[in-house]
């Protein structure tokens, strides 16, 4: 007995279509319960913070971090200070040329290989520094002050134990300074 097509249309059909073969569970959880997009908002909403302390100025993260490297390390090859900071060794010229013309670091021979380029602080460059040391505190204590105190050493020690596990898996990957010149040798 044929249907009319008022009953075709209000009840669906016994079976369900076939998904398609890129379909998974992963495709159909929420977006914001991914963790690579959970991590890139938690990133934005931290830059959006340190310029909210930091960008009267002029200061990204990025460079807060060459500033804070090369003062806890002392000068720097250019490839140690990419990694040392986790960028790309060709995405750190051009960071570093700006930051040379502001006067925060300079670039030097070095005194044992004279193919070497170290990288610096200035005497501007460590003033600047003091400076906003304490307004980029308060960008990291605001990235994290809605977590309880014991909460918010639970997620920055998960996200170093991510990192650490994931330096040295693939060469992409690995951001170790200490490998930048090829002696030392990766923790066990």
Sequence with gaps: MPQSDHDMTDHPP??????????SP???????????????RLHQ??????????????VSPLM????SALSQS????QTALALQIAVDKTNVVDLLERMKRRGMVRRRVS???????????????RALLDVIDA????????????????DRDTLVTLMAQIVQAKTGQDDRLD??????????????
């Design 45 to 58: 909403i931290h830059t959006a913070l340190f310029k909210d302390e930091c960008g009267r100025h002029g």
């Design 111 to 125: 005194p044992n290989d004279r193919r070497v380029r170290l990288i610096e602080l200035t005497a501007e460059g």
């Design 64 to 67: 807060y971090s060459v500033l």
């Design 175 to 188: 951001l170790d300074p200490r490998h930048a010149d090829g002696t030392a040798e990766p923790d066990a």
């Design 74 to 77: 002392g000068p720097l090859p």
């Design 26 to 40: 992963w495709r159909d959880d929420p977006l914001r319960a991914r963790p690579g997009f959970l991590i890139r």
């Design 14 to 23: 016994a079976t369900a279509a076939p998904a398609s073969a890129g379909s």
């Design 135 to 150: 307004a980029a505190e308060r960008a990291h204590i605001r990235t994290l002050e809605d977590l309880s105190p014991a």
